[in-house]
């Protein structure tokens, strides 16, 4: 399996505009989970979805921060309009379930580094 | 709210010199305490997890136990490929059911 993957792997992008993460998890993990990670406040979850279904998305900063899980295998974070602020590593996430967290635990991607500039 | 706590924020020892990791939580009925590896550039990478006092879970020079009110992460003999940033986080009954709230880590450098 190839794991979580993320694209892009680098994103720069000019105050104002839209930005578009993606993520496909791992075939056959219901969950999935979207993480930002920063210096001062180490990583934060956002939203995570259960079979394609967001379940908790208290995490979301602001209306500009929008995700969806239209299928099994893609979700999508997007922000608009994108500030400095924003600046940070997000990474995706999948798990079977929390049946599997004594030998797995969630598996993350390598994440997308944004900056907004 | 959960809450992790992780110290020291940064180590650096020498290839050999065994030391501890220490995570301290706040949680409403512990669901588990995980243990990430992350190494830079890469997303984090999963080591244990522990669900009760007492427990103690070990792989090659890493070992983890469990109190009730914090963790540690026993380091062995340490070699520089050890060098990463070790990341605490907790899943607990109020947190949402599925998910994890982590520490800010602590950046470990072993040298030769």
């Known amino acids: 399996d190839a794991g979580v993957i993320q694209s892009p792997r680098h994103e720069v992008t000019e105050m104002g505009q839209e930005v578009t993460l993606r993520c496909k998890p791992i075939?056959?993990?219901?969950?999935l989970f979207w993480y930002r990670q920063t210096m001062m406040r180490g990583l934060e979850l956002l939203i995570y979805?259960?079979?394609?279904?967001?379940?908790?998305d208290s995490g979301m900063p602001e209306d500009r921060f929008s995700a969806k899980m239209p299928n099994a295998s893609f979700s999508t974070l997007k922000i608009q309009p994108s500030e400095p602020r924003d600046s940070a590593v997000y990474f995706c996430?999948?798990?079977?379930?929390?049946?599997?967290?004594?030998?797995?635990?969630?598996?993350f991607g390598s994440g997308t580094r944004l900056t907004v500039v | 709210e959960d809450q992790v706590t992780q110290s020291p924020e940064a180590l650096r020892l020498q290839e050999g010199e065994s030391s501890s990791l220490n995570c301290s939580y706040t949680?409403?009925?512990?669901?588990?305490l995980f243990w990430y590896r992350q190494d830079p550039g890469k997303g984090p990478e999963f080591l244990f997890t522990?669900?009760?006092a007492g427990e103690e879970k070990e792989k090659e020079r890493l070992k983890a136990t469990l109190t009730k009110k914090e963790s540690f992460l026993h380091i062995t003999a340490p070699k520089p490929e050890d060098s990463a940033t070790y990341l605490c986080?907790?899943?607990?009954?109020?947190?949402?059911?599925?998910?994890?709230?982590f520490g800010t880590g602590t950046q470990l450098k072993v040298e030769l």
């Open positions: 996430a999948s798990s079977p379930g929390p049946w599997t967290d004594t030998n797995y635990g969630y598996t």
């Open positions: 075939s056959g993990h219901d969950y």
């Open positions: 979805f259960n079979n394609n279904v967001p379940i908790d």
């Open positions: 949680v409403s009925g512990l669901r588990g």
């Open positions: 522990l669900y009760s």
């Open positions: 986080a907790v899943k607990s009954i109020t947190g949402g059911g599925n998910k994890l709230t």
